[in-house]
Structures are given as C-alpha cells and as structure tokens.
C-alpha cells in the first residue's frame, strides 16, 4: 500500500499558483518526500524532493510541515504545460526498500 | 545526456504469446528498474537491479515473467506467456544510486504500451 495520500484531481486556471497536498502520517525521520509528475503517453519526471525544510527549484517549490506528516508542492504559475498527474512518494534510506507509488492526484489546467 | 531508451514503444499481441521488451539506462547508472503501470494507476515496481544483481523482484510474477541485466547495463523485461491482465505500459528507469537511497533520483524511459488480446 502507497504511503501517501492525494487527492485524486485537482484544477486550476492558468497563470496561478497551484497548492497540490500530500499526507504521510507515518514517515519515519529518514524518509524523504519525492515528487514526480506524469505528462500524458510519458514515463515520470522528477520535480523536487526534500527532508524538512522547505525546498525551491526551478519548477517547483516543496512547503514540508513541521511535523512532516504531510507536505504542499506549489507550482507558481500553471500552465497548460504543467497538466500531468502528481505523485508524491517516501524514499527510505535505505536501497532494499521499495518505492510505492499511489494513484497521484491528476492536475487540470484551465486556459 | 542521452536518457533512458526503451523499445519497443508499442506491442500488441494475443494471450499466451511470448513478449520481450529492452531498455538501455542512463550510461554510469548502477540501479535499473523496471515497474508495470496499469492505467489509471500508478507504476508499481517489478524488479530492481543493482549492477547486474537483482535486489528487489518480491512483486515479480515469476512464473511469467523474468528479466534480465547482462553485464550490468541494458536489461530485457520477458513475459512468457502472456495474460489479457499484462495488458499495461511498462516502464524502465534508471538511477545513479551511491549510498544513501533517500535522495536517489530515478530518471524514467517512455514506457513500453502492451496490448494483450
């Protein structure tokens, strides 16, 4: 079982900001949260990750709870280009444990 | 940099058919994984190799399926034979994998679509 929750859909209209949730009650202290997004007829693509503090890259930034049972991709601007499905995934520290991916949440953009 | 490969891009073929499907990494990526994403879903992993060991096919069905990475770069993803529930994208990723895999990234091909009938 996935161990991460999203919402299954979201949307949002161009140009704004988009706030996509994510829940992991049960992260341990050495997880960390991974964030991949799927285009349409694409394998994913990494976006961001981050342990406890709040993370910015060039596409996204990562807003980590203080308790880190859950966490907030935000996207600044959405465009048409950043409709794709969102996972949110734990990565152990160790190599021998699995990665699980849960069923995302689908992010619409309106134009 | 060249990313990950994978062919074919698409299969369609009858149950009990045999299938096989490639997948050429990222060069100096030492893990290679191969997950099954059934639509609607999100991928779930197969098998993970690190070099040319495997070191995770617990969600492998073996009896079916079997895979491969001869001299720890490419691999082959076989199903032999098939059923109508393989029908999925099969996607192959990559990653450099040094240490600590908490802030590994895993670099994805574009998936291979099979169509079991």
């Known amino acids: 079982d996935a161990k991460t929750t999203q919402p299954n859909s979201m949307e949002s209209n161009e140009e704004e900001p988009v706030h996509l949730p994510c829940n992991h009650s049960t992260i341990s202290g050495t997880d960390y949260i991974h964030w991949y997004r799927q285009l349409p007829s694409q394998g994913p693509e990494y976006v961001i990750h981050?342990?406890?503090s709040n993370v910015n890259n060039r596409m996204a930034s990562l807003a980590i709870a203080e308790d880190r049972k859950s966490s907030t991709l935000i996207l600044h601007r959405a465009t048409l280009r950043d409709a794709a499905v969102y996972y949110c995934?734990?990565?152990?520290?160790?190599?021998?444990?699995?990665?699980?991916f849960g069923p995302g949440t689908s992010l619409s953009v309106i134009p | 940099e060249a990313g990950v490969a994978q062919s074919p891009r698409y299969k369609i073929i009858e149950k009990r058919q045999s299938v096989a499907f490639w997948c050429n990494p990222i060069?100096?990526?030492?893990?290679l994984y191969w997950y099954q994403q059934i639509l609607g879903q999100g991928p779930k992993l197969l098998i993970q190799?690190?070099?040319?060991?495997?070191?995770?096919d617990s969600q492998l069905p073996k009896d079916r399926f079997s895979a491969e990475r001869l001299k720890g770069v490419d691999s082959t993803l076989k199903i032999q034979p098939a059923k109508l529930e393989d029908s999925a994208v099969y996607l192959c990723?990559?990653?450099?994998?040094?240490?600590?895999?908490?802030?590994?990234?895993?670099?994805f091909g574009p998936g291979t679509r099979l169509t079991v009938l």
């Open positions: 981050g342990l406890t």
């Open positions: 995934i734990l990565r152990p520290k160790t190599s021998y444990d699995k990665v699980i």
């Open positions: 990723a990559s990653s450099v994998l040094q240490g600590s895999s908490s802030t590994d990234t895993q670099y």
């Open positions: 190799f690190q070099n040319n060991g495997v070191v995770d």
């Open positions: 060069s100096g990526h030492a893990t």
